[in-house]
């Protein structure tokens, strides 16, 4: 593929994407043509689809290749989306379940042979899986299972040799044994850490996510998280983004109707930040202090001018 000296998506690049995602959409209805077939010599970097929830999660982990660039049959997956509070899919504070449902489905279409959908719920786990509509969303997908997970038995102590502060922590078992983990958070503004997104998203993967407030600078904890929990494919639910008193609202919620996928977490936490308004003012990546220094820690590109960008609407 070509690109100018500086990394930049050359007007050859943008015109190979357009052309793809007209040629797939022409030809979807027949099912005989794919992103990941037309873009077969194409690698970009992430992928942004609008549409429906379940259409555009689909169409953009397939511009990166489909699932099967990610899962491997027989491998077990989880699946990390937010559904810590017990709010329906309008107030934004959790993932769309036909975000979720449709990650899933297409775990199990790779192959996998297990599929866990789990996070660490900050309200009731009753109530945060009803309310969520993840867990009623996901029954009938085969080999797959919601859960909330507190108990403390279930989770196991982690070294995080790279971590500048924080050096352990307790991460659930069933994530540790993972062959997959995928990053799948709803867009929204947080109060301590600027914004909730992937990266910020895997707090709910630990026993204790109250040490990274108190004794250690948030940011800087959840860069040290990271190290070890990498997710290997992002998939973040723009379909609504709550702009305003997250991580609980209620707030100002905008209904983009947009995915955005990708194999760096902190490269599509960049986009994310730089496609959305945070309290109706534009932010850049590097103001979010996580963020930048993920970048500057070598995890991970905030410089998403320089990324390629590929687009679809479905």
Same mark, same amino acid.
């Given at each position: 593929m070509?690109?100018?000296?500086?990394?930049?998506?050359?007007?050859? #690049? /943008?015109?190979?994407? !357009?052309?793809?995602?007209?040629?797939?959409?022409?030809?979807?209805?027949?099912?005989?043509?794919? +992103?990941?077939?037309?873009?077969? =010599?194409?690698?970009? #970097?992430?992928?942004?689809a609008t549409g429906g929830p379940a259409a555009a999660t689909r169409a953009a982990v397939e511009l990166l290749?489909?699932? %099967?660039? /990610?899962? %491997?049959?027989?491998?077990?997956?989880? &699946?990390?989306?937010?559904?810590? /509070?017990?709010?329906?899919?309008?107030?934004?504070?959790?993932?769309? +379940? *036909?975000?979720?449902?449709?990650?899933?489905?297409?775990?199990? *279409?790779?192959?996998?042979?297990?599929?866990?959908?789990?996070?660490? +719920?900050?309200?009731?786990? *009753?109530?945060?899986?009803?309310?969520?509509?993840? !867990?009623?969303?996901?029954?009938?997908? +085969?080999?797959? *299972?919601?859960k909330g997970v507190k108990a403390g038995g279930l989770f196991r102590e982690t070294p995080l040799p790279q971590g500048v502060s924080m050096k352990v922590t307790d991460i659930m078992a069933e994530v540790l044994e993972a062959d997959v983990l995928i990053a799948a958070p709803v867009a929204k503004h947080h109060g301590g850490a600027?914004?909730?997104?992937?990266?910020?998203?895997?707090?709910?993967?630990?026993? =204790?996510?109250?040490?990274?407030?108190?004794?250690? =600078?948030?940011?800087?904890? &959840?860069? =040290?998280?990271?190290?070890?929990?990498?997710?290997?494919?992002?998939?973040?639910?723009?379909?609504?983004v709550l702009t305003t008193n997250g991580p609980g609202g209620p707030g100002k919620v905008e209904r983009p109707r947009t995915v955005i996928a990708g194999r760096d977490m902190v490269a599509a936490d960049a986009l994310a930040v730089s496609m959305f308004r945070w309290y109706d003012r534009s932010v850049e990546p590097r103001q979010v202090k996580y963020i930048r220094l993920a970048h500057e820690r070598g995890m991970g590109r905030m410089d998403v001018e320089n990324l390629r960008v590929a687009r679809v609407a479905v």
């Open positions: 070509a690109h100018n000296g500086n990394g930049r998506v050359t007007r050859r #690049d /943008f015109l190979k994407w !357009q052309a793809a995602g007209a040629a797939w959409l022409a030809a979807g209805a027949s099912g005989l043509l794919s +992103p990941a077939a037309v873009l077969a =010599d194409a690698s970009p #970097d992430l992928a942004v290749g489909g699932m %099967k660039a /990610f899962v %491997k049959p027989g491998q077990k997956v989880v &699946i990390k989306p937010n559904m810590s /509070f017990a709010s329906g899919v309008d107030s934004a504070t959790t993932t769309h +379940p *036909e975000v979720i449902q449709a990650l899933a489905v297409m775990c199990k *279409e790779a192959g996998a042979g297990k599929i866990g959908i789990v996070d660490n +719920p900050l309200r009731s786990v *009753e109530l945060c899986l009803e309310q969520s509509g993840i !867990q009623s969303a996901c029954a009938g997908v +085969p080999d797959s *299972e919601v600027g914004v909730s997104l992937c990266m910020k998203g895997m707090m709910g993967l630990i026993y =204790d996510r109250g040490v990274m407030h108190s004794r250690h =600078d948030l940011h800087v904890a &959840i860069v =040290d998280l990271c190290t070890r929990l990498k997710a290997h494919l992002a998939v973040i639910d723009a379909t609504r």
